[in-house]
């Protein structure tokens, strides 16, 4: 690293369906990073650029998506937390910010990282909650899920799980567990894996679905392994309920452990923490 230049990193949160997805675009007009590059450069007074942990979607939410930057500004690190917030829409907060040594990378030295999605079941769309959870008509059987989703954990070829645009090199992941806890009329769902491919979580979600309306068998799964042809597969997840809560480092870096807004749906950190899943 250049003399004089130091590495930062950032730990935020937004509101997904703000933006774009969180990774500048040349044709989009909001995304996540841009919103934040123009924040922390107003506050370095020279041009700042990122790299995430992980490029969320369009309409993706993050409680904790963790971000570096390098700069020769001579700021303090108070003001990357609380100089920058007050340049950020009120749809994005930085959450943590602190110096870290040059070879920590937001995205190739995270170890693994985690998502929750939430599903809203009622017969009647919900005026409160189009954006921040994803609707279902029909009742789901939890179980039955869960029981589908154990046939995932571990490294597999995940092709029919993979968008057509996805540009991985492989399509081999490894999912160190599935979880599924249920709070009166909402489902939540934990995943956690060392990498995703491009709409993983939501092509994934989209198959639970139709096992959980009892339209497929859980051995359905075990055939779109096998084929690898994401053609198979059921429709892609809506965004809305998909929100990136943590991503794992090695401990000497320093990065703050993620987790979920407390209460959240009704959700206690313990709810999902002390599930036991085989």
């Known amino acids: 690293m250049p003399e004089g230049v130091r590495r930062f990193a950032l730990v935020v949160e937004y509101d997904g369906s703000q933006y774009q997805g969180f990774q500048r675009q040349a044709s989009a007009k909001k995304t996540v990073q841009g919103e934040l590059e123009r924040a922390l450069s107003l506050i370095a007074a020279q041009p700042v650029t990122l790299v995430c942990a992980g490029r969320t979607d369009a309409g993706v ?3 904790h998506q963790v971000v570096h930057f390098d700069c020769s500004a001579p700021r303090a690190e108070k003001a990357w937390l609380d100089g920058t917030n007050t340049k950020l829409p009120d749809s994005i907060r ?3 910010a602190a110096q870290v040594p040059g070879e920590f990378h937001a995205r190739f030295s995270a170890l693994a990282r985690t998502y929750r999605y939430f599903t809203y079941i009622s017969k009647v769309r919900s005026a409160f909650l189009p954006v921040s959870a994803t609707w279902s008509r029909d009742d789901l059987d939890v179980e039955a899920m869960q029981e589908a989703a ?6 597999h070829d995940f092709s029919s799980f993979r968008s057509s645009q996805c540009q991985a090199h492989s399509p081999v992941r490894r999912i160190d567990y ?4 249920r709070q009166g009329d909402f489902i939540g769902m934990e995943i956690k894996a060392n990498a995703f491919l491009h709409h993983m979580v939501r092509n994934i ?3 639970l679905f139709e096992i959980g309306r009892a339209a497929r068998p859980a051995e359905w799964l075990d055939e779109l392994l096998t084929a690898r042809d994401r053609r198979l597969a ?3 997840a809506h965004p809305h309920g998909l ?3 943590g991503v794992d480092y090695p ?3 320093g990065i703050p452990a993620g987790s979920a807004h407390k209460g959240m749906f009704g959700f206690s950190e313990a709810d999902f923490t002390n599930l036991k899943v085989d």
């Open 178 to 181: 599935i979880r599924f806890v």
């Open 94 to 96: 930085v959450k943590w």
């Open 243 to 245: 929100y990136l809560v």
């Open 251 to 253: 401990a000497e870096f």
């Open 205 to 207: 979600m989209g198959c």
């Open 61 to 63: 939410h993050a409680t």
């Open 150 to 155: 154990r046939r995932l954990v571990g490294e």
């Open 234 to 236: 059921a429709p892609t």
